[in-house]
């Protein structure tokens, strides 16, 4: 809990030099900046509130990140991993998937 709490993002500075507080504006400026970030429009790029804070993929990278495993591959992955090492998005560790 203590973690979750000093994790938890509180301020953000908008394009104006603002900075913003209210749940309510951090939501809408977190959903707008991936919005922005993961559009395929080139003209948005341009325009892009955060030009040289994150790197942009070439489309070579993109590519890769739209490339489809095979269940061979995963199952690969799934049995590489420690049976008890961590716990996943859901909670589950590896070995429950295992068995």
Excluded at 31 to 48: G, N, P, R
Excluded at 85 to 91: I, V, Y
């Amino acid at each position: 809990m203590i973690r979750r709490y000093k994790n938890r993002i509180k301020t953000l500075k908008d394009n104006n030099g603002q900075y913003v507080n209210d749940d309510d504006s951090l939501k809408l400026m977190v959903v707008y900046f991936y919005k922005v970030l993961f559009t395929k429009v080139t003209d948005t790029i341009q325009s892009f509130p955060f030009q040289g804070v994150f790197l942009m993929l070439d489309q070579c990278h993109r590519d890769h990140l739209l490339y489809s495993m095979s269940d061979k591959e995963i199952k690969k992955a799934l049995f590489d991993m420690k049976p008890f090492k961590a716990l996943g998005s859901n909670r589950f560790q590896p070995c429950f998937y295992k068995s």
